[in-house]
């Protein structure tokens, strides 16, 4: 039996986290040596992201946005699959200027951060949100340097990674998911500024 196409729906929903990986790197080698084409139906964003050579998000029966998962992950068309693929922090600002495909904007705060890569047109002074992936922060002791100023309020540990909570200025909470390498170096603790 030779399918042109084969379906799976939530084939590995019921398996636990090691298994479900180990199953995952079978049905990845199944795909390269066999060429078969693979409709994958699954809510966990991690096994789309490892398994998909190309991603249909839909909400509500319609597509929301289809590519690979890097762009999906890295440039999301709405704030909704922002929000599905991996975590996010949207937080209000103000648009400033863009050059050369680069923004500048303002937090709510006042403080400036440059390099954004927008998504869509802007007005000088529009208010907009800016879209942070936990990832993407990095920890500096020294407010003097930092673009954003946060307060943390909790700390969580999770092995190669922490999960932090922090507070900005405008009292907003953000998700930060640094290394605990990067954690140790810093030395930063809850109510560290």
Known sequence: YD???????????ALDKKLREEIQGEIRRIHRETGVTILYVTH????ALH????????????????????????R??????????GNSNFLAAEHLDTINGTATIRMTDGSVISGVRPNGTFGKGQKTRLMIRPEAFSMERSPASAELNVEIVDIAFYGERRRIVARIAAGQEVD?????????????????R
């Open 3 to 13: 399918p042109p196409i084969l379906l799976m729906d939530e084939p590995l929903s």
């Open 51 to 74: 398994l998909s050579d190309r991603i249909a998000l839909f909400k509500d029966g319609r597509i929301e946005q289809t590519g690979t998962g890097e762009d999906l992950y890295l």
């Open 44 to 47: 966990d964003q991690e096994e």
């Open 176 to 192: 930060i998911r640094p290394t605990s390498a990067a954690m140790q170096s810093q030395g930063v603790s809850p109510c560290s």
């Open 76 to 85: 999301p068309a709405t704030d909704f699959v922002a929000g599905f693929i």
